[in-house]
């Protein structure tokens, strides 16, 4: 596998999820890779220097914004021992999954404890985000519930631009997949 990257400008989707097949290849492969990936997880880019050796081939031109999505993606995919995810979930979508098999449901009145963290999450900064997310994506893995790695690197890589428009998709693919009841 090419480990050269589609430039910035290129097509996004496409980026991500040669950037996902790359990791999930290199991730099953290689120890030392998980182990040098695994502290992106929770820490910024700057202060991962084991990461960079894997990453920055994919990051030639890149935003800081797409830098920061990527070694946060790639550091959750090696911490995270269940790596599968759920094809084209996006994180709302995730969550609604656990919510349906757990047998919990919102209601006018209350709303279950994923739906809580799922509002939070949607209204925090990127730094706060990508800290939050990660206990939120162990306890998907558990049950083998992961959102699609590609999709949620897309959205942290336009988090800070349009935190807005990803969130209220994570919101609205949670309501369609778990509607409120009475």
Known sequence: MSTAAPAEGSNEPRWATSCIDHLTELLSDSGSARRALRPAARLPPADVPTAH???VPWLAGASADREAALYRVAGFMAA??????????????????????????????EMTPRERRLARLVQAPFPVLVNQIYPVLTQLARENLLPDWAVLLRDLHRWPRSCGDVGKRWMRSYYTANPITR
């Open 80 to 109: 995270i021992p269940n790596g599968s995810s759920l094809q084209r979930e996006d994180l709302g979508g995730a969550l609604a999954a656990f919510d349906k098999h757990l047998g919990t449901r919102g209601s006018t009145e």
């Open 53 to 55: 050796r894997y990453l």
